[in-house]
């Protein structure tokens, strides 16, 4: 079964505490992985789409990486303006049909 | 820099009630889709559209209609709202279906069904 896993579901840290945040999934036929920013009361913001196993992406203060079965995505010195919740989707190709499943998601709370 | 745009941004409405939310995009993008989004659970797809004319069913499809007379409109019907509708409703849209596109979301429609 296509399925994403994102951990941790809530995370507080200070500004300037570096830590990173976990995607696991499971797809047929993956054609990306892609980490999305949702501030409260808006919509999904596109971050980076990675498509195979070592690739990386950089922004700022984030960084995506993934591996076959997970992605990570680094968050360095982080400001109080990082808090968001970030999601993770993966796109999967079978039977001729392309599908998109979401996480729920990773609520950050950045401290100052 | 209008992207997407959702209307309204919020609504009531009570049980059996019927409504259509809008959705316009102004990037010429092929690809258009509603989703869902509830607490505890992803993002999930109700309908889409790989072009003007042309909808299929997502993964929550029921009580919900679409249509796509245009490139740039892909409203959706709720036919009989039921409380289980209750949700954040985001229209999303990329250039195509066929490669690893950004997709775009809009700001996002909240309904309560009471």
């Known amino acids: 079964e296509d399925q994403v896993t994102q951990s941790p579901e809530a995370l507080r840290l200070q500004e300037g505490e570096s830590s990173s945040l976990n995607c696991s999934y499971t797809?047929?036929?993956?054609?990306?992985l892609f980490w999305y920013r949702q501030d409260p009361g808006k919509g999904p913001e596109f971050l980076f789409t990675l498509y195979s196993a070592g690739e990386e992406k950089e922004k700022e203060r984030l960084k995506a990486t993934l591996t076959k079965k997970e992605s990570f995505l680094h968050i360095t010195a982080p400001k109080p303006e990082d808090s968001a919740t970030y999601l993770c989707a993966v796109r999967g190709f079978t039977s001729g049909t392309y599908k998109y499943i979401f996480g729920t998601g990773t609520r950050l709370k950045v401290l100052a | 820099n209008a992207g997407v745009t959702q209307t309204p941004k919020f609504q009531v409405l009570k049980t059996g009630q019927s409504m259509t939310l809008q959705c316009a995009q102004d990037?010429?993008?092929?690809?258009m889709s509603w989703y869902r989004q509830d607490p505890g659970m992803g993002l999930r797809l109700i309908h889409y559209?790989?072009?003007?004319?042309?909808?299929d069913q997502g993964e929550v499809p029921n009580g919900y209609n679409v249509s796509r007379s245009t490139t740039e409109d892909f409203p959706l019907r709720l036919l009989s709202a039921a409380p289980s509708q209750t949700s954040v409703y985001f229209c999303?849209?990329?250039?195509?279906?066929?490669?690893?596109?950004?997709?775009?979301f809009g700001e996002g429609s909240w309904l309560t069904v009471v």
């Open positions: 990037m010429n993008h092929e690809y």
């Open positions: 797809v047929s036929g993956l054609r990306g």
């Open positions: 559209s790989v072009g003007a004319g042309i909808t």
């Open positions: 999303a849209s990329s250039r195509d279906r066929n490669s690893g596109n950004t997709i775009y």
